[in-house]
């Protein structure tokens, strides 16, 4: 209970803040590209780091490594709710993000030693499984709740008692693990892991802006690739790698994290279409638009602890590749969204077997990666886990969000150059180019009724282009998720390896690591 607890408050800061990025910005006076990293200072440092918090929690204690992490979230937390100007947030959200990443991989690992039997074990899992994916489809009613009460500084304010409650429960409950052997320490992995990591996260994240093939992308990939081909040669010579590279060669550790980095690219592909559809095409508030995304949320809930349970049944392979398939037809039925579709039908449908599809994966294939590793590699493995959801889900909304955008400005932006000045100003114009959440907007700004017709006929065009992106995007999850599951099915062995042998090979792993 306490480490989901932290599980859900990393989870959590992650996602809420989006929701307060409007008022910030007005009362910031900020750009929007200055308020995108604020979410991007975090996303960077968060995914750079997993991997070496994950490999010092092994170390040096995991729970020592997440208590250190939840103190600097609730200290940071407070430095971004004092914040006086947008850099400072955007310095506080990226401190955050490496307190984040110290708590993270942490849980895991802690769940993996503590549940050592096989059922108790996909128990705990199918539990933080379900718990990281019910605080990412959560985010937006929790941060919708505070900002229809309190101003932007709460979503900060709101982490430091919690973060502060849970790290003295986990000094009470939680007991302390680590590597019964540790190796010479591998600083020179845990730069380049880092390096190439933040890198390749950083050129997906601005590849949209400059442009995917722009000179500036291309050298930003050349140098990831480069970093991360370094790391690898390093860690196979390296007596006590950062992360054993041999684990990739096993395809019950591979495969399964695959599945998870095109489960969380289809993920935070639909939510980023399902905020545009909320916000933009409904005008829902953020407080209606979390309530109306619960039932992803519950799906999640639901779905999670019986796909891990199923699995011990009938194999892994056959649950991650009917979870892929059942997300699949959700991204397929929410592309055919239409303006007019009712919320209570298809939208609710596609929602519902998206969170679904997406816990039937997360679990089986969380609880197989975890499997592959000792236990005196619990850490490194978790982190690997967090890391490929993270690329994931960043490649997600950056692939899928310029599909989107590319289609909805093509179509969009001649009908707006064509409105006279009289109904929308130069902003507007610019804002109304760039995203359907414009209308809202626009719709609230008094005209003359000569214009009402016209207004009413754009704000119906940019909707209508808005979902025409979103049909184009969901083309490419359905592509994405339905090639994976083909490379599961054939690929990740059927047959289910017994709970005997798992937890032998994970004693057989300690035994050789300590000689």
């Known amino acids: 209970m306490v480490i989901c607890a932290a599980e859900l408050l990393v989870v959590l800061d992650n996602t809420v803040v989006n929701v307060a990025l409007p008022s910030l910005g007005v009362q910031l006076l900020a750009s929007m590209s200055g308020l995108q990293w604020v979410v991007d200072a975090y996303t960077l440092t968060f995914a750079g780091l997993l991997l070496a918090f994950g490999h010092l929690g092994d170390r040096y204690g995991r729970r020592r490594v997440m208590m250190i992490g939840l103190a600097g979230i609730a200290a940071m937390s407070i430095g971004g709710a004092v914040a006086a100007d947008l850099g400072q947030v955007v310095a506080a959200r990226a401190a955050m993000g490496i307190c984040a990443a110290a708590v993270f991989p942490a849980t895991l690992a802690l769940i993996i030693n503590i549940f050592t039997d096989a059922k108790e074990r996909a128990l705990a899992i199918a539990a933080w499984t379900a718990m990281a994916g019910f605080a990412i489809a959560i985010g937006p009613t929790a941060g919708g709740f505070l900002l229809e009460h309190f101003s932007w500084h709460s979503v900060f304010w709101i982490n430091v008692p919690v973060a502060v409650a849970v790290l003295l429960a ?127 949320a519950a799906a999640i809930a639901i779905g999670a602890p019986v796909a891990t349970m199923v699995a011990q049944k009938v194999g892994t392979t056959a649950v991650i590749v009917a979870g892929l398939t059942i997300m699949s037809i959700g991204m397929f039925l929410a592309g055919q969204t239409e303006v007019n579709t009712p919320y209570l039908g298809p939208v609710v449908v596609s929602m519902v077997l998206m969170g679904l599809g997406l816990a039937i994966v997360q679990g089986p294939a969380t609880e197989s990666i975890m499997s592959s590793v000792s236990l005196d590699e619990a850490g490194a493995g978790s982190a690997v886990n967090d890391t490929t959801r993270e690329v994931g889900g960043t490649l997600g909304v950056a692939v899928l969000g310029s599909t989107i955008a590319s289609i909805y400005t093509t179509l969009v932006a001649p009908r707006v150059d064509v409105i006279p000045d009289s109904l929308m100003n130069d902003y507007q114009k610019s804002f109304a180019r760039e995203t359907v959440i414009s209308v809202i907007e626009i719709n609230d700004t008094p005209i003359s009724p000569i214009f009402a017709q016209q207004r009413a006929d754009l704000v119906f065009a940019m909707k209508d282009a808005a979902l025409q992106g979103f049909q184009i995007a969901s083309f490419v999850t359905v592509g994405a998720s339905m090639a994976c599951a083909v490379a599961v099915a054939i690929f990740l062995p059927w047959s289910r390896a017994s709970t005997e042998s798992v937890l032998l090979s994970w004693r057989d792993k300690s035994t050789e690591r300590g000689q």
């Not at 540790?182 to 730069?191: E, F, L, N, Q």
């Not at 050349?222 to 060669?249: I, N």
């Open 170 to 296: 986990t000094a009470v409950f939680v007991p302390e693990s680590k590597a019964s052997h540790v190796g010479k320490y591998d600083p020179v992995g845990i730069a380049l892991s880092f390096g190439g990591i933040t890198v390749l996260v950083w050129a997906i994240i601005e590849a949209p802006h400059h442009g995917w093939l722009s000179p500036i992308s291309v050298a930003a990939y050349v140098v990831a690739v480069l970093s991360l081909t370094v790391f690898v040669g390093w860690e196979l010579r390296h007596p006590s790698p950062l992360l054993d590279m041999t684990l990739f060669r096993i395809r019950r550790f591979s495969l399964p994290a695959l599945a998870i980095a095109v489960a969380y690219f289809s993920m935070f592909g639909f939510l980023f279409m399902i905020t545009q559809y909320f916000q933009g095409v409904m005008e829902l508030s953020p407080l209606q638009f979390g309530i109306h995304s619960l039932p992803f």
